[in-house]
């Protein structure tokens, strides 16, 4: 069975650009989540989307944001980076139902220059 | 405001001995709880996890104690082995939604 697919793995931008992450759920997964981890500050919650509707939001600004496709696979773009974007990004994805675990990328490494 | 804390950054344990992770949390309404392992270069792996209406869940060498008056968590890996070194993080969600709450880690370094 085919896990969370996160591309690209890699990313090298400058400030002021916008990026597009993209991940693929495990098959049968409706809820995506993305999370920011950064050194010493765990993994930060950003949003949850399940069946192309935004179903949580975690305290980032508005250049964070996210969609989701009918075929459940979600896109999460920033713009306007800063170099305090420079993190790993990771995305979970689970059935949708409440106390299920969520199940994650390798993510991607987002640096700003 | 961190809700879900854990305050040791690293543990080093001999193999065989038992790895003993613990995890705080703030909110009461937290009532389902994961640990995660993390090996550098890879997302997060789905280890154990815990409904807040028991105090114990046991998955072979993994076990999750649940401590529900004192907001506390723990897990303990025995025996430990050298392909347990990773980083661990516990999270938590409320029943009312599917958020995640996750702490800062801990790095678990088991000593051949």
């Known amino acids: 069975k085919a896990g969370v697919t996160q591309t690209p793995r890699y990313l090298i931008k400058t400030r002021g650009q916008q990026v597009t992450l993209s991940c693929s759920p495990i098959?049968?997964?409706?809820?995506v989540s993305w999370y920011q981890q950064t050194p010493g500050q765990g993994l930060q919650f950003l949003f949850e989307y399940f069946s192309e509707t935004q179903r949580n939001k975690g305290n980032f600004p508005g250049r964070f944001s996210g969609r989701q496709f009918s075929n459940s696979r979600s896109e999460m773009n920033v713009s306007t980076l800063e170099l305090g974007d420079s993190a790993l990004y990771l995305c979970?994805?689970?059935?949708?139902?409440?106390?299920?675990?969520?199940?994650f990328g390798d993510g991607t490494r987002l640096s700003i220059l | 405001d961190q809700q879900v804390k854990q305050n040791s950054p690293s543990l080093s344990v001999q193999e065989g001995r038992i790895s003993i992770l613990n995890c705080d949390y703030t909110n009461s309404m937290f009532d389902y709880f994961l640990w995660y392992k993390k090996y550098p270069a890879e997302g997060p792996t789905f280890l154990i996890s815990?409904?807040?209406?028991?105090d114990k869940n046991e998955d072979g060498r993994f076990t999750v104690f649940l401590n529900k008056s004192a907001k506390h968590l723990s897990l303990h890996i025995v025996p430990s082995q050298p392909g347990d070194s990773a980083v661990y993080f516990c999270a938590a969600s409320r029943n009312t939604g599917n958020q995640f709450y996750f702490g800062t880690g801990t790095s678990l370094t088991v000593i051949p």
């Open positions: 979970a994805s689970s059935f949708g139902g409440f106390n299920q675990p969520q199940h």
């Open positions: 815990i409904s807040s209406i028991k």
């Open positions: 098959s049968g997964h409706r809820s």
